[in-house]
């Protein structure tokens, strides 16, 4: 027979800010790429609209999740609540009796 398996623990919810995080980061480099060559005043960058349009979704997006991720990562963590399937400890009998 097989023995049942442990209930999972739930993620740890700074996990999922910090994957916020990384990925308002990687948004913000894309943004970068994007704006390196408009402030050099390279001939061959993007043109205006180019550059307003990934100041607006690129900028945004990385702006967004870093909010998001801020507000997750200070959330207080949730109280762990005790296993019902692990028997608790006891200094002695229950009746009192030694």
Do not use: C, H
């Not at 967004?64 to 399937?85: N, Q, S, V």
């Amino acid at each position: 027979m097989s023995t049942p398996k442990a209930p999972k623990r739930p993620i740890n919810p700074r996990v999922r800010a910090n994957v916020y995080a990384l990925a308002a980061l990687y948004l913000a480099y894309l943004f970068y790429q994007i704006a390196k060559p408009y402030l050099t005043r390279d001939p061959y960058g993007p043109t205006a609209f180019q550059f307003a349009l990934g100041l607006a979704v690129l900028g945004g997006g990385a702006a967004a999740l870093g909010f998001l991720a801020w507000r997750m990562y200070k959330a207080p963590l949730p109280e762990e609540e005790e296993d019902p399937a692990l028997p608790e400890e006891s200094g002695g009998d229950e009746d009192g009796e030694a």
